[in-house]
């Protein structure tokens, strides 16, 4: 891998949508051997379900919008300028409270997780994905899920 500084421009976006809203591609592991960066606007009442990591660490920082996290036992309503990181093996839920979309800037590490959003788009886009598909798709990508999609719980 060459050494090269990676630029972004706000008129140059990849990425995928995901229940009508952008989740754009700033860093993938196509840039990088150590996280990947998301862009990720959250549909308003969107919620993750609870879920954990075995591998992966995530950070969220909201840029805008005001969403709850479920977050090791712990409940914070995250505004603007609310930080999280959370390690592997720390369940967590994440739900746009509010009637309006969210944004965040999103980190996952190691890289990689771009891959689960792009096959997460193609899945959602045929419809409610089946849930055999989805739990493998999860799987697949290091998310094991205790909850129902839909709960704040």
Request: net charge negative; hydrophobic share 35%.
């Amino acid at each position: 891998m060459s050494v090269k500084a990676i630029i972004r421009m706000p008129e140059e976006k990849s990425g995928v949508i995901l229940r009508g809203h952008p989740m754009h591609f700033l860093v993938t592991g196509e840039d990088t051997k150590y996280t990947s960066m998301f862009d990720w606007t959250i549909p308003a009442g969107f919620a993750t379900g609870l879920h954990v990591h075995r591998v992966q660490e995530e950070t969220f920082y909201l840029l805008e919008g005001e969403c709850e996290w479920h977050v090791g036992g712990k409940v914070v309503r995250a505004t603007r300028g609310t930080y999280l990181f959370i390690p592997p093996g720390v369940p967590h839920n994440i739900t746009n409270v509010s009637d309006k979309p969210a944004r965040v800037l999103m980190t996952v590490s190691p890289p990689g997780h771009e891959h689960y959003f792009e096959e997460l788009a193609k899945l959602a886009a045929q419809g409610a994905p089946e849930p055999e598909a989805l739990a493998d798709l999860r799987d697949r990508y290091d998310t094991d899920q205790l909850s129902a999609l839909t709960t704040r719980t």
